[in-house]
C-alpha cells in the first residue's frame, strides 16, 4: 500500500512473484485507512508505505500437515518481516512492523476469506525523523551507549 512513493499511484497492489511486477487491485487506499488497518497506532500516520504479509495456507500444507504448516508460516512471516526491517535500514529508511492489525477490515479490502488465505503481519516504511528534537535525542542515546554501562547499573 504506498501512500507517499514516489512514481506509484496509492492504491492495494499485489505483488505477482513469477512476472515480478505489481498489479493494483484497489484504489481504496489512505494514510487513514492505513491507521485503521494497523488498530490505529499513531506512528502509522506517517508511514510511506505498507506492506500486508498474506499467506495462502494450502501452499504450505502438502509440505507440512496441519499444525506444523501453521507454524512454519508464521516462522517463515517473522522471518521475511527481519529482512525487510534490515534492508530498509540499510536503504536509510525506517522500517517498523506490527502484528497489531484489524484482520476482517483487511481481508475485505483484498478479498481473501481470512481462512484459506489471511493477513498474518504489517511491515512499514517511512523516512527517518530529521527534526531537531529527533536528531538530539538520537545523540543522546548514542553517547549513553557508546560510554557504556555506569558503575552499579545493571
Given at each position: 500500500m504506498p501512500?507517499?512513493?514516489k512514481?506509484?499511484?496509492?492504491?492495494?497492489?499485489?505483488?505477482?512473484?513469477?512476472?515480478?511486477?505489481?498489479?493494483?487491485?484497489?484504489?481504496?487506499?489512505?494514510?487513514?485507512?492505513a491507521w485503521l488497518y494497523c488498530a490505529r497506532?499513531?506512528?502509522?500516520?506517517?508511514?510511506?508505505?505498507?506492506?500486508?504479509?498474506?499467506?495462502?495456507?494450502?501452499?504450505?500444507?502438502?509440505?507440512?500437515?496441519?499444525?506444523?504448516a501453521y507454524r512454519v508460516v508464521l516462522l517463515n512471516a517473522g522471518h521475511l518481516c527481519q529482512t525487510f526491517c534490515l534492508v530498509a535500514?540499510?536503504?536509510?529508511?525506517?522500517?517498523?512492523?506490527?502484528?497489531?492489525?484489524?484482520?476482517?477490515?483487511?481481508?475485505?479490502?483484498?478479498?481473501?476469506?481470512?481462512?484459506?488465505?489471511?493477513v498474518l503481519y504489517v511491515a512499514e516504511v517511512g523516512v527517518p525523523a530529521t527534526s531537531v528534537r529527533a536528531r538530539r535525542q538520537f545523540s543522546q542515546n548514542s553517547d549513553r551507549h557508546a560510554a557504556g554501562p555506569s558503575k552499579g547499573a545493571v
Open positions: 501512500l507517499r512513493v512514481g506509484l499511484r496509492v492504491g492495494l497492489y499485489h505483488y505477482q512473484p513469477a512476472t515480478h511486477h505489481f498489479e493494483r487491485i484497489s484504489t481504496n487506499a489512505s494514510a487513514e485507512k497506532q499513531h506512528f502509522v500516520r506517517n508511514a510511506a508505505a505498507l506492506f500486508l504479509m498474506t499467506a495462502v495456507f494450502p501452499r504450505t500444507m502438502w509440505k507440512y500437515h496441519h499444525a506444523r535500514t540499510w536503504l536509510g529508511l525506517a522500517p517498523f512492523c506490527t502484528a497489531a492489525l484489524k484482520d476482517t477490515l483487511i481481508e475485505k479490502d483484498l478479498g481473501i476469506d481470512g481462512i484459506r488465505e489471511s
